[in-house]
């Protein structure tokens, strides 16, 4: 079963940048479609990115493209979300995803704890 545990959340300013990491164990992540999702309170869970397994396609919100980057390092098992040009609407917590798709096409899904992240001045 695989397990992925976030990291790099907190309060910052707004214009200011964080670096989220979700660490991907028991399985290798290249087995697995990757995202980022986030929920504000009182709202929907909603995609902010996501990175193929093969690595070679990535997508992004509109509200986020330009500012977040979504990347991965497979030699140490982690994905990232770079954030930059942060806005008080970024405030939510921040949840990595894994989707493992099987030979008949079904799909597991497999959610991190998330990071809180906060834009305030």
């Known amino acids: 079963q695989v397990q992925l545990v976030e990291s790099g959340g907190g309060l910052v300013q707004p214009g200011g940048s964080l670096r989220l990491s979700c660490l991907v164990s028991q399985r290798k992540m290249t087995n697995y479609d990757m995202s980022w999702y986030r929920q504000a309170p009182g709202k929907e869970r909603e995609l902010v990115a996501s990175?193929?397994?093969?690595?070679?396609?990535?997508r992004y919100a509109d509200s986020v493209k330009g500012r977040f980057t979504i990347s991965r390092d497979t030699a140490k098992n982690t994905l990232y979300l770079q954030m930059n040009s942060l806005k008080h609407e970024d405030t939510a917590t921040y949840y990595c995803k894994a989707v493992y798709t099987g030979f008949a096409g079904n799909q597991y899904d497999h959610w991190g704890q998330g990071t809180q992240v906060t834009v305030s001045s």
């Open positions: 990175i193929t397994s093969s690595g070679t396609s990535t």
